[in-house]
């Protein structure tokens, strides 16, 4: 049974950094894709980035590309979403979601079946 669960969310200003973490329950970790969506307010959960077998294999939305990063810590079943140069856009409700994917990172909501409960990222002006 796999189990995810996101933390690190907060409201924080314009321009400031945020690291959120998923931490993973369940088997084959090093095996599984961990991806990043979110979901502002009014507006269609989006695919933010994600992460296949190594911190090599990064794959990022154009929106967040250049300003947050991806990892992975297999030793602690965690991966991390690093979130610099944060906008008033970036405002929304952080999700991690995992899949046994063979190394690569489809970007498709629907690739994915678990999923963690979310953590607030708030971003002012």
């Known amino acids: 049974q796999v189990q995810l669960a996101e933390s690190g969310g907060g409201s924080v200003q314009a321009g400031d950094s945020l690291r959120l973490s998923c931490a993973r329950s369940g088997p084959s970790f090093a095996a599984a894709t961990i991806v990043w969506f979110r979901q502002g307010p009014g507006k269609e959960r989006e695919f933010v980035g994600g992460?296949?077998?190594?911190?090599?294999?990064?794959v990022y939305s154009d929106s967040v590309k250049d300003r947050f990063t991806i990892s992975r810590d297999n030793a602690e079943n965690t991966v991390y979403l690093q979130m610099n140069n944060l906008k008033t856009e970036d405002t929304a409700l952080y999700y991690c979601?995992?899949?046994?994917?063979?190394?690569?990172?489809?970007?498709?909501?629907?690739?994915?079946?678990?999923w963690g409960q979310g953590t607030q990222v708030t971003v002012s002006s």
């Open positions: 992460i296949g077998w190594s911190n090599r294999n990064t």
């Open positions: 979601a995992s899949g046994l994917k063979g190394g690569q990172v489809p970007t498709l909501l629907g690739d994915y079946n678990s």
